[in-house]
């Protein structure tokens, strides 16, 4: 699917490793791709879904995300915390449901696809799901600084659409894939969302 690849494709560019699943699909929820560091950091594994709805009017809902929940929460998951990313947006409901379980769930719909593509990888949007205000005890606090960084903000003041190039994507038959994305000029709608409608371009590199 395209879509998973340009979801694949930013989040590699955000310094994740990506591992794709295939297309076994599970009734509780199922996993796209694994993730995790691909520089020397703390270690932890990401859970990553995909909804790829193809009318802008379909939005992903709070069984979807209830499900995905259940994969991330079970006493056999390996995974620190997941990301449910839309082609479109989420439900009421579903963001509603997802605000209780911060630690573990992270939604991201049209518009962080687009934030991304623009290259605003880093910034405050990414840690919203993170308490800012930290208090261990009554004369024990701390609040955490800001995390726009010079990159985004570059990114934010610029027209330019990066082509992203996805490398160590390695597929079940053991070999490497690079991906390489073509946007096309209506990849944004008149809001400056994701277009959904848009049609991507892959060339795929295989080694």
């Known amino acids: 699917d395209e879509f998973q690849f340009l979801v694949a494709d ?6 994740l490793d990506i591992k794709p699943m295939g297309r076994t699909r599970e009734p509780d929820g199922g996993v796209d791709y694994i ?3 691909r520089l020397p950091s703390i270690p932890f594994l990401v859970a990553i879904q995909v909804k790829h709805h193809h009318s802008a009017s379909n939005r992903t809902g709070v069984r979807d995300v209830r499900e995905f929940l259940g994969v991330l929460a079970s006493s056999r998951s390996p995974f620190q915390f997941g990301i449910l990313v839309t082609s479109t947006e989420f439900t009421m409901e579903a963001r ?3 605000e209780t ?3 573990l769930l992270r939604l991201r ?3 962080d696809i687009a934030r991304w593509i623009r290259g605003v990888m880093f910034g405050n949007e990414e840690w919203r799901e993170l308490t800012h205000d930290i208090e261990l005890s009554s004369s024990t606090t701390f609040r955490l600084p800001d995390t726009l960084t010079a ?3 570059a990114a934010m003041n610029s027209n330019y659409i990066p082509t992203g190039i996805s490398q160590g994507m390695v597929g079940e038959d053991g070999k490497s894939y690079q991906i390489q994305l073509m946007y096309p000029p209506d990849v944004f709608g008149p809001d400056g969302s994701l277009n959904t409608d848009s049609s991507f371009v892959f060339e795929d590199k295989s080694s």
């Open 35 to 37: 993730a995790w560091p």
């Open 10 to 15: 930013r989040l590699f560019a955000s310094g």
């Open 96 to 98: 509603q449901f997802a």
């Open 151 to 153: 990159w985004d903000f």
């Open 101 to 103: 379980e911060k630690k």
């Open 109 to 111: 719909d049209r518009n």
